[in-house]
């Protein structure tokens, strides 16, 4: 029996206007990509990473400290998709960057 | 009876029943289905779903395309939100478990969700609860069916009392029907209140808050010359305004009488008076009542009748429509000026969510970031061009810069269609609005580079005076007659003539006779006027000299304070053309 792959990571809000809807669907968007379940932490409170809705009830602000975590068999390269949307601050990709 | 006092935009008496639009709630008819209807519910919910997503993706495009990605992405956002896998389960559990009617499922779960925005305390994230409640309407409108559907199943005579109309809805108003409308808000120079104009109902708008004194079907009437609207007016008031309406009537049997005489002052000076017009098919009225050309095709609304942009063809054959009814005289087609005001209503309020929409991407601004579009416009004017004198002007020029970049575009065109060998007139003159006060300020500069000038006074005034034309709150600081708008027009005349140059006014000012003797004595001598005052302006023309428009002119100058200039002008008509109502 083959234990789910999880991999947790913190990312730092460095936004402006936190965690609003143009990256929140940025994150929607990527998550989706994947087949591991990707869960967002912020304090006690746990969303789905695959729910617009649910980020937006996150209410994550300039400087929050998220926990990302992604369970399932892709779930390594998911965690490191989005903790690098968050890394450059959700600027548009560079040409160069490999497809997700 | 109950008197309300609005906005006066469009001339002329409407008496009829009222008909009074849905606003902007929806009712739920229904709150339960029964139990063996839930798979039929469930299916419906599903179909109405996945209208409300298509129609954001189109917005998503469209504002992609024509605004730029970060507009487009706020669009992506909400379909997202529409597809949001949580809420699509938490409304069908609703329906499955609880035999909710999907209308009744959906407004439950999403103002569950945009409660709990309300409370997070943080205001950004406060307001989002607003994209919730949007995309509410939106479900419930595909759900329930259009929102206006009232307006196209009309069978007899009605005044139009609404919130809001949008300019699209105010042009596909059936004239057969509608005698005329109120609206809530709205103020003198937007586009609604154009295009009320432009249909001859008359209208008045920013009545303030009045629908709720209104169930529908009484008898109301509009007064688009003082303003008013009365709700069921008593006998002595009905009385009178139908006497009004009489007079009026054989007032303007008298002023049609003019149609064919010449437009010249009494000292045999012409005065060159064109038509602005909205729709081809006004060039009828313009062409009736002795207009000499088009000074002002406003073309945006090839833009605003179908949903998809109009093609070169579709675009071609209006221009050739248009002159087809004036040969010989100018036809002047103005290039896109889409505002905020004009687009979908979804894309308008994230383009309106910017700080200062006015200050914007709009008009040229707009076109010039849209260059494909734009080049299928000159390329069926130009080829429209072989067909009359067409002239190419440019909207809401601000600098130099922008002016050479869109006669770069145009002569980019030029070349395209020479290479193809496609018939078309190289020869059309270019020209300019002169509607920011930079460009009035610039005149001199600008007049080097265009054919000739034309003066926006809408936008004019409401940059110089810094009025938002559309907010009841401000819309009495906004005048033509302010002394800061009239030197500014002088300087436009004065460097026109310098450069020997042609200059008209095409705004609403040149509109209203009262400053048909200013504008004459200033130096003009080509006014644009809405097809509905080319005869009263003819006949205030026919009723001057050159000399006296310039003595009233130099009185006008004297007087620092719009209102003075305004009542001081009112009363000189008085004397010169006491038969103009």
Redesign the interface.
């Known amino acids: 029996m083959n234990p789910i792959p999880t991999c947790t990571r913190e990312v730092v809000v460095k936004l402006e ?2 965690l ?3 990256p ?2 940025q994150i ?2 990527l998550a989706q990509k994947f087949s591991s379940e990707i869960l967002i932490r912020k304090g006690d409170k746990t969303v ?1 990473g ?5 980020l ?2 996150l ?1 994550a ?1 300039h400087g929050t400290v998220l926990e990302l975590q992604a369970r399932g068999d892709d779930a390594a390269a998911a965690l490191e998709a989005i903790a690098a949307l968050f890394d450059r601050n959700f600027a ?1 990709e560079q040409p160069t960057d490999k497809p997700a | 009876m109950e008197v309300r006092r609005g906005i006066a935009v469009a001339p002329g008496v409407a008496i009829g029943p009222a008909l009074v639009l849905g606003s902007e709630d929806f009712r739920i008819p229904q709150r339960f289905v029964r139990v063996d209807a839930i798979d039929v519910e469930l299916a419906r919910f599903r179909t109405a779903l996945e209208a409300a997503v298509a129609e954001i993706a189109g917005h998503e495009e469209l504002a992609a395309s024509r605004l730029g ?2 507009y487009g ?2 669009f ?2 909400h379909r ?2 529409a597809q ?4 699509v389960k938490d409304i069908e559990d609703l329906i499955r478990q609880k035999c909710y009617s999907p209308e009744f499922a959906s407004s439950r779960v999403l103002r569950k ?1 945009a409660k ?2 309300q409370n ?3 205001r ?2 406060a307001e ?1 609860a607003n ?1 919730l409640f949007d995309l509410e309407k939106r479900i419930l409108r595909h759900l329930l069916g259009e929102r206006r559907e009232e307006l196209t199943q009309l069978t007899m005579p009605v005044l139009v009392l609404a919130h809001n109309l949008t300019p699209s809805e105010t042009a596909n108003l059936d004239k057969k029907f509608v005698l005329g409308f109120a609206t809530e808000v709205g103020g003198k120079s937007s586009h609604t209140a154009i295009l009320a104009g432009a249909l001859e109902l008359p209208a008045v708008v920013g009545v303030g808050s009045f629908l709720a004194d209104v169930s529908g079907g009484e008898t109301i009437i509009i007064d688009g010359n003082e303003g008013t609207v009365i709700i069921d007016p008593d006998e002595e008031t009905l009385g009178s305004y139908r006497d009004a309406e009489r007079r009026m009537r054989s007032a303007a049997v008298r002023l049609n009488s003019l149609g064919p005489l010449r437009s010249e002052t009494k000292d045999g000076v012409p005065i060159h008076i064109y038509g602005n017009i909205e729709f081809p098919d006004e060039v009828d009225h313009c062409a009736e009542r002795g207009a000499e050309g088009i000074g002002l095709y406003r073309t945006e609304f090839l833009y605003l009748e179908r949903d998809t942009e109009p093609t070169e063809e579709v675009q071609y054959g209006a221009y050739v429509r248009v002159l087809k009814a004036f040969p010989n005289g100018p036809v002047v087609i103005r290039t896109l000026d889409l505002g905020a005001e004009k687009f979908p209503q979804a894309m308008q309020e994230v383009i309106e969510a910017t700080p200062n929409p006015a200050l914007g991407l709009r008009s040229m601004r707009l076109t010039l970031h849209n260059t494909p579009m734009f080049k299928t416009q000159l390329r069926a004017i130009l080829r429209a061009a072989t067909m009359g004198d067409v002239r190419i002007m440019f909207p809401l020029v601000s600098t130099l810069l922008e002016l050479r970049q869109a006669k770069m575009i145009l002569g980019d065109v030029v070349e395209d269609l020479e290479e193809h060998k496609v018939a078309f007139n190289a020869q059309v003159k270019v020209g300019m609005m002169v509607e920011v006060p930079s460009a009035a300020l610039l005149a001199d500069e600008f007049a080097r580079e265009v054919d000739f000038f034309s003066i926006g006074t809408n936008d004019l005034i409401q940059y110089t005076l810094g009025v938002d034309r559309a907010n009841p709150a401000v819309a009495n600081l906004y005048s033509s007659a302010d002394p800061s708008v009239l030197r500014l027009i002088e300087g436009v005349v004065k460097a026109s003539e310098k450069h020997n140059l042609p200059v008209s006014v095409c705004g609403q000012m040149s509109s209203d006779p009262i400053y048909t003797p200013i504008l004459v004595g200033m130096g003009l001598r080509e006014l644009s006027v809405t097809p509905q005052a080319i005869l009263e302006v003819k006949q205030a023309v026919r009723n001057l000299t050159v000399p006296q428009s310039r003595e009233i002119l130099d009185r006008a100058r004297s007087l620092d304070v719009a209102r003075d200039v305004e009542n001081y002008l009112r009363g000189e008509m008085k004397k010169f053309s006491p038969d103009v109502v």
Do not use: C, W
């Not at chain 1, 695959?50 to 649910?54: F, G, T, V």
């Open positions: 206007n936190g609003h809807l143009g929140g669907s929607v968007q789905d695959k729910s617009m809705l649910d937006l009830t209410a602000e548009s | 990605q970060q992405a706020i992506a956002a997202q939100l949001d896998p949580k809420l969700y709990t925005l997070l305390g943080d950004y994230f989002r994209d």
